[in-house]
């Protein structure tokens, strides 16, 4: 079939390729700079795009002035909590909302549909004040503390369980089973790709999240790998090339996570793009 | 027998009423002590001043307020948050769209594309500030270089008030096109063949297609994507807070109402005026998300 409008192949695969450039040359940029002397990462006549020597005393330099096994922990401790937390307290909710009648269900519903609608800074301040008066802060659960529940997962979860035929719990209750069983052993199981969405959304929203962590823990080490950036960015502003090697430190696991599970990513966030 | 039945029953609505708030509960109590409670708490908060180092809250009405309308910085702040946001809102969708539509055909490296146009999405905003900073360096950036070989003049792409929204929105714009990209993708799929395949007898193009077909397919992802693409870019905070110190001249030109929420709050210890900033932000919102559930109808096919 001849059309005449219709964009040659290689055009798109030009655009798609200058596109592709464009994404990951910052990446590739902050990977070259990191491993440039000073000398170099400045110098404009030449302009040097690759190290001449790679200089890995950047990284130990780095390495020793920041606690980086300690940042870490923190960002894993705080990622992994959030993550079960919302998964755990979010199913069962959406359950509930999903399938089981109750006095107060549209109301607490509504509580979940609202909080979503507004803007999180505004919980923010008495967030901070309530870990304040708890003594709490400097640690691994005023990390947790915000995403100890998810509104937003239980939104989507609900989503998930409603999509489920309604005959599966009645051939369950035939079978003796209690609503616990009939939530755990069958319905459950049945979401896992609504739970691995879920998961993946708020590993990524607490691993990127900056202001919660500056605020509440203001102790270098009790710091996040986000909120520590900030500070090493303070702290030396004009070392580009450290500045870049603590860059790299900071987004590897994440950038790791992502190419062994990058299926699961994008399909997470389409999917749940669809329910919402 | 009657009697058995009726006790059966409500022994049956009864376990379901105490399993359905037993399994709401951690979530109902979370809301309420972390979101319900600080909201009231937010609004209560903004009718104080607080003392000096955060100490001694006095009440002070709507002082607050009064003092936020007649402060100029916040003008420039709610003016830059919707500048910010017209600036990236549109252009991401645009070049999200393009790549999604390229990517839905028949094309090889599909998955690769998709792969590498998300990663973005998954780098901590904090380090990608940072190398954006660098690239937009006046004169070490990449940028700056790439430029002066084509003979152009060397940039102050971030100290530069009149340009510094710009170079930020760049930022936003990069980081939000994959994850834009995978959700409209998604909905493109969900478009049925046999439509293109009979509009391709009836001799239509491929651009009356687009507008024809595609689009109002896609207006409910789109109407999704649009909304959650305008909230995220009235609350932008990260880069700005890493680009732009409360020093630079460029400030004043690229403060967001989050950032300067933020400043008053925590840098200042102001948290009666932070709070009555992000009921303003909160407003700005509600409105912003209302005008779109309106408009909404007259644009959102749903099928």
């Known amino acids: ?276 | 027998m009657n009697k058995q039945i009726a006790r059966r029953i409500s022994k049956q609505t009864w376990g379901e009423w105490s399993w359905g708030w037993f399994l709401i509960a951690p979530t109902i109590i979370g809301l309420i002590v972390l979101n319900i409670i600080p909201i009231i708490q937010t609004a209560y908060l903004s009718l104080f001043k607080s003392g000096d180092f955060g100490r001694g809250n006095i009440y002070v009405g709507l002082d607050n307020y009064r003092k936020m309308f007649s402060d100029v910085q916040v003008w420039h702040s709610v003016g830059n948050t919707l500048l910010y946001a017209l600036l990236v809102v549109p252009t991401s969708i645009a070049i999200s769209l393009i790549v999604a539509v390229f990517l839905n055909g028949k094309i090889c490296g599909k998955s690769i594309y998709r792969t590498i146009y998300f990663i973005p999405m998954v780098a901590a905003p904090a380090a990608v500030t940072m190398v954006w900073r660098w690239l937009y360096n006046e004169h070490f950036g990449l940028i700056n270089y790439l430029l002066s070989r084509i003979g152009a003049d060397a940039v102050d792409w971030v100290g530069s008030p009149k340009l510094s929204l710009i170079s930020i929105a760049i930022i936003g714009i990069w980081s939000v096109i994959g994850y834009n990209m995978v959700l409209l993708l998604a909905g493109l799929q969900e478009i049925p063949k046999d439509f293109y395949e009979a509009s391709d007898i009836d001799g239509a193009s491929r651009f009356r297609q687009f507008f024809v077909i595609t689009l109002p397919l896609l207006s409910p992802t789109l109407f999704f994507v649009v909304v959650t693409s305008i909230i995220q870019a009235m609350q932008v905070f990260d880069v700005i807070y890493m680009m732009i110190d409360v020093t630079s001249p460029a400030y004043e030109h690229t403060v967001s109402l989050v950032y300067l929420f933020y400043n008053n709050s925590f840098k200042y210890s102001n948290k009666g005026y932070g709070s009555a900033i992000v009921i303003l932000l909160l407003a700005i919102i509600l409105i912003i998300t209302f005008i779109q559930m309106r408009a909404q109808k007259k644009w959102v096919n749903y099928m």
């Open chain 1, 1 to 276: 079939m001849v059309r005449t409008n219709r964009m040659p192949r290689y055009f798109v695969h030009l655009l798609l390729v200058v596109g592709a450039i464009l994404m990951i040359m910052p990446f590739v940029w902050m990977l070259l700079t990191s491993f440039k002397s000073v000398t170099e990462s400045t110098s404009m006549n030449p302009f040097v795009f690759f190290p001449s020597a790679w200089k890995w005393e950047n990284y130990s330099e780095v390495l020793r002035q920041n606690n980086f096994p300690r940042l870490y922990w923190n960002t894993f401790a705080m990622v992994a909590l959030r993550v079960v937390c919302s998964i755990v307290f979010s199913a069962m909710a959406a359950y509930a909302f999903a399938r089981l009648k109750f006095p107060g269900r549209n109301f607490f519903f509504g509580l979940v549909l609202f909080q979503m609608m507004v803007p999180t800074q505004i919980f923010i301040i008495p967030q901070y004040l309530m870990v304040d008066s708890l003594g709490m802060r400097n640690t691994i659960f005023a990390l947790l503390f915000p995403g100890l529940v998810s509104a937003f997962g239980t939104f989507l979860l609900r989503q998930f369980f409603m999509g489920l035929p309604k005959e599966l719990e009645e051939a369950a209750k035939l079978d003796g089973c209690n609503i616990g069983q009939t939530f755990v052993r069958i319905m459950l199981p049945l979401v896992r790709s609504g739970m691995v969405a879920l998961g993946i959304f708020t590993a990524l929203f607490a691993f990127k999240d900056l202001m919660w962590p500056m605020i509440v823990n203001t102790n270098s080490n009790a710091a996040t790998l986000s909120s520590a950036l900030a500070k090493i960015q303070g702290a030396y502003s004009v070392d580009y090339p450290e500045l870049m090697a603590a860059s790299v430190l900071a987004i590897v696991p994440m950038l790791i996570l992502y190419v062994i599970f990058q299926k699961q990513f994008i399909e997470g966030v389409a999917t749940s793009g669809g329910k919402l």
